[in-house]
């Protein structure tokens, strides 16, 4: 299945029914009959919503009708992000269950770092807690307020990022600032554009983003010739080093803090730190996709640019681009069904070599790139000659952060083969759910076979690397 992350602004403008190109992009979703694509949803879209869910009852009712539009068009899928290991992992969530539990939990919005056993009724724990606060208030926080005050005014409200702080220059005051940030970060926007708004100013950075060019190699450019003396790529990488203390740091991190840093320095600028936040997270989470969709200039342009940069495959477009991407993707040129078989032909008649090379036993091998996916999923054909027989291998080439795949790809895949093969020699037909999952996670999966004549058809699980694997073995007739 061809994986597609549309952005909120997307599944925003699909309730617009009558109106090009969201009447179109509708109808390739609703006519998803042969199951060529998933569209997961993140977190990210549900923080979308939250924004505005507490404003009014109509708000709420609004939300509410949305998050029945995602889980239509998701099915229920959705790119759950482990908080611990910032990973990305499937799974299969009731987007309105999992909205329910997000805004239940009003944990930071209550939290009150003096008193946050309030609610809790035992003596010890509060005065044990009151010892702690008072400890804090004893510590230094670590910053320089002298330095802090005598910051040059062209970045304007910097100085009032630490407003406790200037009431006493303690740790304690530090965290009370911190969680203030937390709580809301909008307060941070105008903050935020007045550093900025220097840092473009002060570096002579063109204001206007499409003469860059390359972004990185133009920032780089512009920061090397800085007193800092490093590029701009290394700039951010120092200063997440700094900030993990040299351990090694998360993708997510990694990766926010390059889309973040392209707007820090005037590239396609946000204007709202929530939104900077949030279409950073959206583009993180379409990076584990094939096309990422968004309809937001800032987001297109700083999406495509670190995609770039870290050679990341999804395909970004716009909601008018989405059609002819798919389309590029999926051939429509034949009016029958071709078989498998048919396929394998074609692909080895006219497809594109990649390498030719030989393996670690000499044997010649040649790679083949697939324009049209096999079964709407492998794009890649590896065939290896070996001395009695010759093996092709299909299998997905991942050029983003994708690592896994969902149930539903993995069962339409086999149920597609299987159409087209019938039974397999052990007399398993369509994929087996629970059973089969249990036996793919216990790595007691046995796939399917298919012998006919001198060539066997087999689905495999490669644990190491490839996931999914179709393997069309042609045995030498001669022995």
């Known amino acids: 299945m061809i994986r597609v992350y549309l952005d909120w602004n997307i599944f925003g403008n699909l309730k617009r029914e009558n109106d090009e190109p969201f009447k179109s992009i509708l109808t390739i979703i609703r006519n998803n009959n042969n199951n060529k694509l998933l569209f997961p949803y993140s977190p990210a879209h549900l923080q979308d919503l939250q924004r505005g869910f507490n404003k ?59 008193n946050p056993f309030k609610n809790v009724e035992n003596d010890a724990v509060s005065k044990l807690w009151s010892s702690y606060i008072d400890t804090m208030k004893g ?18 409200k910097v100085k009032d990022i630490f407003q406790n702080l200037q009431n006493g220059n303690n740790f304690h005051n530090l965290l009370k600032d911190v969680f203030r940030f937390m709580k809301d970060p909008s307060i ?22 499409k003469e860059w060019g390359n972004a990185f190699d133009y920032l780089d450019k512009i920061i090397a010739k800085t007193k800092l003396n ?5 700039l951010i990488d120092e200063n997440l080093k700094t900030k993990n203390k040299d351990k090694s740091f998360l993708r997510f991190d990694y990766f926010i803090n390059y889309y973040i840093s392209l707007d820090t320095f005037g590239y ?61 993707l999926n051939d429509l040129s034949s009016n029958s069904p071709q078989t498998i078989s048919d396929r394998i032909v074609e692909i080895i008649r006219y497809s594109f070599i990649l390498l030719q090379s030989i393996d670690d036993e000499f044997n010649p091998v040649a790679v083949y790139k697939i324009q049209y996916p096999v079964v709407d999923f492998f794009n890649r054909m590896q065939i290896s000659y070996f001395k009695e027989e010759t093996a ?15 149930w539903t790809e993995i069962e339409n ?3 597609k083969v299987v159409l087209d093969f019938g039974i397999d020699d052990n007399l398993k037909l369509e994929f087996n759910g629970e059973k089969e999952k249990m036996e793919i996670n216990d790595k007691k999966w046995d796939g399917r076979i298919w012998k006919r004549n001198q060539i066997n058809f087999e689905i495999i699980y490669n644990y190491d690397d490839f996931g999914l694997i179709l393997r069309v073995t042609l045995f030498d007739v001669k022995n």
């Open 413 to 415: 895949i086999v149920n």
């Open 230 to 234: 490093k590029t701009f790529r290394e």
């Open 268 to 328: 396609y600028k946000d204007k709202e730190i929530p939104n900077l936040i949030g279409d950073a997270t959206h583009a993180f989470y379409g990076a584990h996709c094939d096309i990422f969709v968004t309809e937001d200039n800032n987001t297109y342009y700083k999406t495509k640019a670190v995609y770039e940069n870290f050679n990341i495959s999804t395909a970004v477009c716009k909601a008018s681009e989405f059609q002819s991407v798919f389309y590029s």
């Open 56 to 114: 009014s009852e109509k708000a709420k009712l609004k939300t509410y009708a949305d998050l029945n539009l995602l889980q239509e068009i998701s099915k229920c899928h959705c790119l759950y992000i482990d908080n611990k290991e910032k990973d990305v992992t499937p799974q299969i969530f009731n987007p309105t269950e999992y909205f329910n539990q997000l805004v239940e939990d009003t944990t930071l919005e209550t939290f009150d770092i003096d």
């Open 392 to 406: 092709l291998f299909f299998y997905k080439k991942k050029d983003n952060y994708s690592n896994f795949m969902f």
């Open 139 to 156: 510590l230094p926080s670590g910053i320089n307020l002298e330095q802090m005050n005598n910051i040059p005014d062209t970045f304007g």
């Open 188 to 209: 941070y926007s105008s903050i935020y554009k007045s550093i900025r708004k220097a840092s473009v100013d002060n570096l002579k950075i063109n204001t206007n983003s």
